[in-house]
């Protein structure tokens, strides 16, 4: 079945790169979705990466896609107090539509 | 566009009493998804529509649970009767159909924030 793992939670000091990472089990899916949670807030949509790309520029963020080991990861750039939140993994469900499965969500909290 | 509209953003209720959920989805999106948040379980996709059809609803954890679609712009999450583990933030999240140029991306609600005592 499908399943997306991720670490629960990721300290760093502000002006250092944050890394989160993330497992997932469908080779299949076509895309791949990282999402950020605010407290309080829905998901919104951060960045994604076609599966048939292995990285993805996007100002601070970057994107790795391993599909070999069905590992994905997000690099956030000089991290900011900002982008402290809950940041979701998701892959598209191969059984069709876009069922998006989620992963347990990293909390990023980001100290002077 | 006004992006999708949950309401209530919160609601209290005691246990055994109905709770109807809403939600309005982006105009012009043809599925639409109920999930739920708690800190046990994470994200649960609970339901999901295409074309107002119900599509899996393997989700829904019991017959307490019933969602509709009556229409494009409209859906209810319902429980009768509810129970105090059905506390959560629940949220409703529409799209495009993946395919076609659309990346299948999800747009969320606020989330309804309910506490059932």
């Known amino acids: 079945g499908e399943d997306v793992e991720q670490s629960l939670f990721l300290s760093v000091r502000e002006g250092d790169s944050s890394v989160i990472n993330c497992t997932y089990t469908?080779?299949?899916?076509?895309?791949l979705y990282w999402y950020k949670q605010e407290p309080g807030a829905g998901l919104q949509l951060l960045t994604y990466?076609?599966?048939?790309?292995d990285m993805k520029q996007d100002q601070r963020l970057t994107v790795l896609l391993n599909k070999k080991d069905k590992h994905l990861s997000l690099r956030i750039a000089d991290t900011q107090t900002g982008d402290s939140a809950i940041y979701f993994c998701?892959?598209?469900?191969?059984?069709?539509?876009?069922?998006?499965?989620f992963g347990a969500g990293t909390r990023l909290a980001v100290h002077p | 566009d006004a992006g999708v509209i949950q309401s209530p953003r919160h609601e209290v209720t005691e246990m055994g009493q109905e709770v109807t959920l809403r939600c309005k989805p982006i105009?012009?999106?043809?599925?639409l998804f109920w999930y739920r948040q708690t800190m046990m379980r994470g994200l649960e996709l609970l339901i999901y529509?295409?074309?107002?059809?119900?599509?899996?609803d393997s989700g829904m954890p019991e017959d307490r649970f019933s969602a509709k679609m009556p229409n494009a712009s409209f859906s209810t999450l319902k429980i009768q009767p509810s129970e105090p583990r059905d506390s959560a933030v629940y949220f409703c999240?529409?799209?495009?159909?993946?395919?076609?140029?659309?990346?299948?991306?999800?747009?969320f609600g606020e989330g309804s924030r309910l506490t059932v005592l």
């Open positions: 999240a529409s799209s495009f159909r993946l395919g076609g140029g659309n990346t299948g991306e999800l747009f």
């Open positions: 469908d080779s299949s899916s076509t895309y």
């Open positions: 990466i076609f599966s048939n790309m």
């Open positions: 998701a892959e598209t469900y191969s059984g069709g539509y876009n069922k998006l499965i």
């Open positions: 105009s012009g999106h043809n599925s």
């Open positions: 529509f295409n074309n107002n059809v119900p599509i899996d």
